[in-house]
């Protein structure tokens, strides 16, 4: 399962708001949503979030084992 905890995480180290991700990058509040559910998102939303954040995706999501 991929979370995408280190996510919020990142966003803060940068200053990065979910406010400002939506107003002034575009990222709509369902894309938002889905990444706080863990949910899936493509990887044409994790590809902006690294070009916003200026990060690697290691510093947004992790697969972790459901076992």
């Not at 406010?19 to 939303?45: A, P």
Request: net charge positive; proline share 0%.
């Amino acid at each position: 399962m991929i979370v995408y905890d280190k996510l919020w995480k990142t966003m803060k180290e940068k200053g990065i708001s979910q406010y400002k991700l939506i107003n002034e990058f575009g990222i709509s509040n369902g894309q938002l949503d889905r990444l706080r559910k863990n949910s899936n998102i493509s990887t044409y939303t994790l590809n902006t979030l690294c070009k916003i954040l200026d990060c690697r995706l290691e510093d947004i999501a992790e697969y972790k084992n459901e076992n």
